[in-house]
């Protein structure tokens, strides 16, 4: 199976989801609890969720930490730092997904962060990832230090046992589905 047929494939997988996702969202933060710990005290780089992704921004409730969240910008994706949801707002690129609200927000340099959050339309149980096509995280992920922990997160139905894989695609380190932990 191609990329482009996986992709359809999981799209109409999650579209499906409904509201089963606010439940196991709440697994899928439980099972992120061991992982963060891990991680140490650097910072922990959250996505903003679209509609059809894990909500993991309920880890602001139940888990302390610094959170600092990707923003697009002419070089690439970069994290900020995000002090509380509400400096979140729309992207000027996507209407699902949101980004800090002000140019300014304080970079977070790739070394200090301790764990990462990544999302994906597929995972394997060994860490590979299909992303949604635009190689930003791919290109993130490559750069960071091989002491930050990568954590695939998705839904149980998202896992694979195969994907294809190209030189450029980057392994998570763990997955976490509401199933639990892979490793």
């Given at each position: 199976?191609?990329?482009?047929?996986?992709r359809?494939?999981?799209?109409?997988?999650?579209?499906?989801?409904?509201?089963?996702?606010?439940?196991?969202?709440?697994?899928i933060?439980?099972?992120?609890?061991?992982p963060?710990?891990?991680?140490?005290s650097?910072?922990?780089?959250?996505?903003?969720?679209?509609?059809?992704?894990?909500?993991?921004?309920?880890?602001?409730?139940s888990?302390?930490?610094?959170?600092?969240?990707?923003?697009?910008?002419?070089?690439?994706?970069?994290?900020?730092?995000?002090?509380?949801?509400?400096?979140l707002?729309?992207?000027?690129?996507?209407?699902?997904?949101?980004?800090?609200?002000?140019?300014?927000?304080?970079?977070?340099?790739?070394?200090?962060?301790?764990?990462?959050?990544?999302?994906?339309?597929?995972?394997?149980?060994?860490?590979?990832?299909?992303?949604?096509g635009?190689?930003?995280?791919?290109?993130?992920?490559?750069?960071?230090?091989?002491t930050?922990?990568?954590?695939?997160?998705?839904?149980?139905?998202?896992?694979?046992?195969?994907?294809?894989?190209?030189?450029?695609d980057?392994?998570?380190?763990?997955?976490?589905?509401?199933?639990?932990l892979?490793?």
């Amino acid at each position: 199976m191609t990329k482009a047929e996986l992709r359809r494939e999981m799209r109409t997988r999650l579209a499906a989801l409904g509201p089963a996702r606010a439940v196991q969202s709440r697994a899928i933060v439980a099972a992120l609890a061991r992982p963060l710990v891990q991680a140490g005290s650097g910072w922990i780089a959250l996505f903003s969720p679209m509609p059809s992704e894990p909500d993991i921004e309920l880890l602001w409730e139940s888990a302390p930490g610094r959170f600092c969240y990707p923003r697009i910008a002419q070089s690439g994706m970069e994290f900020v730092e995000v002090e509380q949801l509400a400096d979140l707002t729309v992207s000027a690129w996507h209407p699902h997904i949101r980004e800090h609200r002000l140019a300014e927000a304080r970079l977070v340099p790739p070394v200090d962060i301790g764990a990462i959050l990544v999302p994906g339309l597929a995972f394997t149980k060994d860490g590979h990832r299909l992303g949604r096509g635009g190689g930003f995280y791919d290109r993130y992920l490559a750069a960071l230090p091989a002491t930050t922990h990568k954590i695939g997160v998705c839904f149980a139905l998202q896992l694979v046992e195969t994907l294809p894989i190209e030189p450029h695609d980057q392994r998570m380190d763990a997955v976490v589905t509401e199933e639990g932990l892979e490793e």
